[in-house]
């Protein structure tokens, strides 16, 4: 079983960063493509940027130049800088992994929150 575990969140002024990581238990992590997840209170879960094997990566429109993903297939981590965060980026942020052809997995998440 693939275990995710992230961290890094917690409370920030608006306008500030956080950087949140997650590692994985998979030995073979560089075969998965990751990505990061938010559910805000009483919304749906959402995608928030995601990287795959290959590197390429996608945002979501909400958060396009100010957050940044990233990988370390070595220490088997992905992460997530934040910048200029907002109230509305407040949420849980999930890390999941999919491995083309197998399974999804996700992380028990971290909280964020953004508020004076």
């Known amino acids: 079983q693939v275990q995710l575990v992230e961290s890094g969140g917690g409370l920030v002024q608006p306008g500030g960063s956080l950087r949140l990581s997650c590692a994985a238990s998979?030995?073979?992590?560089?075969?998965?493509?990751m990505g990061w997840y938010r559910q805000a209170p009483g919304k749906q879960r959402e995608l928030v940027a995601e990287?795959?094997?290959?590197?390429?990566?996608n945002y979501a429109d909400s958060v396009k130049g100010r957050f940044t993903i990233s990988r370390d297939n070595a220490k088997k981590s992905v992460y997530l800088q934040m910048n200029s965060l907002k109230p509305e980026d407040t949420a849980v942020y999930y890390c999941?992994?999919?491995?083309?052809?197998?399974?999804?997995?996700w992380g028990q998440g971290t909280e964020v929150t953004v508020s004076s």
């Open positions: 999941k992994a999919d491995q083309r052809g197998g399974s999804s997995y």
């Open positions: 998979e030995i073979i992590f560089g075969f998965f493509n």
């Open positions: 990287i795959t094997v290959a590197r390429t990566t």
